[in-house]
């Protein structure tokens, strides 16, 4: 039985959320998922024993918090600044892997899921989509921006760039992103100066 190793775990969790980053969640097999990561299948039902779903979910959250620990610390020098690191963020995954990859959390959450059951990789997306419209629409809060506008472009500026990250996929192209960008960049100044 291998012994618990946190480096490990964490590594399977990451290269499980890129996997299904690139080929989607029903696309991919726990075995799939442990070779990428580099571990051995045994070590990946170790620290996974419910399977493909468990480790899915916990792929999902890590990722969501990596992008969630990005947009609080961005977020401090105001919502602008943190509009500008989520969208550079989402360049750099697609650029960076030649259109192959874009968001774990999209990718989950718009697969069919096997049976009538909200899968708990699914409501995991939810709680990670929810995470983020809080975090935007505090600063803009924050920010002075009224709290009803704030709770509105939050969630405009998350599903722009989660639909525009996959625009950018399908066209192999930044183009979606650069005029998503200029828009939204153009709406959050806009709201917090008026």
Partial sequence: ??????????????????????????????????????????????????????????AVRYAGDTVARMLRKELEAGPVA???????????????????????VLAVSIEEPPTDEIPPAVAAAAEVFETWENLLATSLREHGVRAEQAEQLATLVVAAVEGTVAMCRAQRSTRPLDRTAAQL????????EG
């Fill in 82 to 104: 943190g509009l500008t690191a989520f969208l550079a963020l989402w360049r750099r995954i697609v650029v960076e892997t030649g259109f192959r990859a874009g968001c774990p």
């Fill in 185 to 192: 960049e153009a709406l959050i100044a806009g709201a917090v």
């Fill in 1 to 58: 039985m291998p012994r618990t190793s946190p480096q490990a775990r964490e590594r399977i969790v990451a290269g499980a959320a890129d996997m299904i980053s690139r080929r989607g969640l029903n696309a991919t097999s726990i075995r799939e998922m442990a070779k990428h990561a580099r571990a051995p299948l045994g070590s990946t039902y170790h620290y996974f024993p419910e399977g493909k779903q468990q480790l899915a979910t916990e």
